[in-house]
């Protein structure tokens, strides 16, 4: 179970064994789920509408955007940033579950409330996640910019764009679109974790059932708790992608229509005005896509090596026991 559990079984768990699992379930989760990333991203960032039935900007629709970057940019296009990614689900993953683990058991332990409820879990997934964010946000605009740049690319690697970035826009650059990152990641995470813990107990087998299929159950309530949480916190999601690549207007005239905005409130103005309310859900599709499939893998995989590591100091603890044993 995700979370301080005073009744699981063995030692509970530390703060490094859960940011290693968080780390891993990140990493393997991000190379699966990129392709969705990209598509989300480009459709974000485009000014004119996204759809089929009136085609005005570069991209209409999904399977139409993937062909095109398939066919302009060729099948790599769509792990663009990947490094810069990878960097950013390790560290975030790592931050998230050690900080959650930590905050569960201080509520245990500190509190009257039981730290295995759902609105424990939201609140602690939230704050879990605003930690995360602030150390790992200029991995986050890295990515947003080599995820956005097309060909020719304006960065070379990620110690160019850095060098790049520092020179001309200033330290502070990396840090764009953290405040509506901030407003969004605290339901939207601690909705995630919500949902999870509620749709876990909702499909957990009866105590005397003897039934397996944990590890689905985690990929099925995983899935649907991103999709539901996305869907709530998306338009703040959206902001962040557009102010994150300001003073990048260059990199994106060959897309279409580029803007420049002083800060999120204009940035709303400005959608609200030119957009619609449609507006704020570009890329909606692809972001829910890759919600389901972020994170029901990021919970499965992340309950998948927190097993393993205690079968693993089960096992460990057995042959020390026998060893122990024999010697006398």
Known sequence: MVGYDPGARGAALSAEEAALAGSAAGMVTRALVSPFDVLKIRFQLQIERVSYQKPEGKYWGLFQATRRIHSEEGLSAFWKGHIPAQLLSICFGA???????????????????????????????????????????????????FAAQGEPKVYRNLRHAVSVMCRSEGALTFYRGLSPTLMAVFPYAGLQFFFYNVFKKLLAPPP???????????????????MISKTITYPFDLFKKRLQVGGFEEARAHFGQVRSYRGLVDCMAQIAKEEGVRGFFKGLSPSLLKAALSTGFTFFWYEFFLNAMQNLKERQRTKDLAKNLGER
Request: glycine content about 12%; some cysteine; charged content about 15%.
């Open 95 to 145: 931050v998230q579950f050690a900080s959650f683990e930590f905050l569960t058991e201080v509520v245990h332990k500190s509190t009257p409330y039981d730290s295995q409820t759902a609105g424990v879990h939201f609140v602690c997934g939230g704050l879990a996640a605003c930690s995360a964010t602030v150390v790992c946000q200029p991995l986050d605009t890295l990515r947003t910019r």
């Open 208 to 226: 005397k059932s003897g039934s397996s299929g944990g590890n689905l159950r985690s990929l099925i309530c995983g899935s649907g708790a991103g």
